[in-house]
């Protein structure tokens, strides 16, 4: 089957489309990356994307018009893909589409407990201009059997880089950054996986207010400021990063509010100095994690990294100097024929073949789920 896939993160930067051709079934599925390509929203979008994660108020007419809008530029993103990839014809198409609240813990409301979540742009309008099914909305399924609706990706992660002799972490860095770890030889329920914290959600906020740039580009502007160690140390006490998992996060952890308390905190620090402790931030968070497991799970070689995080030099060196001291070889999942911005997309290409195939997707282990469920809602044309 020739299946796409897309994504947009929560870094609200655009879309990612992967096309594939899959074969297989369930955790013996092969892979052929055909081709995959980034598209970066139109700045107005990126604001009424922003707009509807951070809005305490966002109009309910706004929030409908966004999600058949956002069906409209996944078309065309896939559409473009296609024609630059020569592929003439998709069996199947999976879309995250863009999340704007997510919740996995479930709080009381009006009389219940409720744990939600919301992607939008709209699979309909996607079926409908490209005549091919299309399966979106991954998550509430999992969250329905108990799950916290992520992370989804483990399901990839596990088909892709489990090993017989071989225990492999595997990181993604986006707006959050999130780990798989897969011990050598394991079964699908000794996979652990869970949202470590920011990726580069905190950094790009500050560099935006700071700077009035979208991203600290290749860590840049970090590599010239110091770690303000007391503001580090005060933010590391967050209770995110103490909780066990699993554990998801989101603009509701991490968006503007967090930032506000982070600026506070910095006080009148040069501004290179608060890029540098926001990139700290996700080092050391990260840091920490990873010698948890090494410790107490051993065993673990490689750590193999994606996402638009491993552009950032400054990141990624902390990563490669904690990885080391540890025993971790520092790899990205490009060496494994995965172009590390492509990656999500791919995943929810392979999602979308095992709802197509009435399979599960999620790994209880990774979200909490009761069982494993078949996952999304299906567009036929
Ligand atoms: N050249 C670069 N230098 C530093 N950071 C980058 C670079 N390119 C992309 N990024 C970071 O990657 C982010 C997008 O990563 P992505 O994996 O798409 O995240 P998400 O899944 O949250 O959308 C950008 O917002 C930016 O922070
Ligand atoms: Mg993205």
Known sequence: MIVAGVMSGTSADGID???????????????????????????????????????????????????????????????????????????????????????????????????????????????????????????????????????????????????????????????????????????????????????????????????KRPYDRNGNIAATGHILEPVLEETLRNPFFRRRPPKTAGREEFGREFVKQFLKRCGKAAKPDIIATATALTGISIAGVLKNLVRTKGAYRDYIVSGGGVFNQSLMSMLETTASAIGLTLRHTDDFGIPSQAKEAVAFAVLAYQTWHRQPSNIPTATGANRAAVLGKISYV
């Open 17 to 211: 489309v992967a096309l594939l051709r899959i074969l297989g079934r369930g955790f013996n599925l092969r892979l052929q990356l055909l081709a995959h390509e980034h598209f970066n929203y139109p700045k107005a979008v990126r604001e009424a994307v922003l707009q509807a994660m951070n809005s305490m108020q966002a109009s309910v007419a706004d929030l409908s018009r966004l999600n058949f809008l956002l069906g409209e530029l996944y078309a065309g993103a896939i559409q473009n893909t296609c024609q630059r990839g020569g592929i003439e014809k998709l069996d199947l198409i999976g879309c995250h589409g863009q999340t704007i609240y997510h919740q996995g813990d479930p709080s009381a409301h009006l009389g219940k407990n409720i744990a939600c979540t919301w992607q939008t742009g709209e699979g309909a309008i996607i079926a409908e201009r490209l005549r091919v099914p299309v399966v979106s909305d991954f998550r509430p399924a999992d969250m329905a059997a108990g799950g916290k609706g992520a992370p989804l990706v483990p399901f990839l992660d596990y088909v892709l880089f489990r090993d017989r002799r071989v225990g492999r972490i595997v990181q993604n860095l986006g707006g959050i950054a999130n780990l798989t770890a897969i011990p050598a030889n394991a079964k699908p329920e000794d996979v652990i996986a869970f949202d470590t914290g920011p990726g580069n959600m905190v950094i790009d906020q500050l560099t935006q207010l700071l700077y």
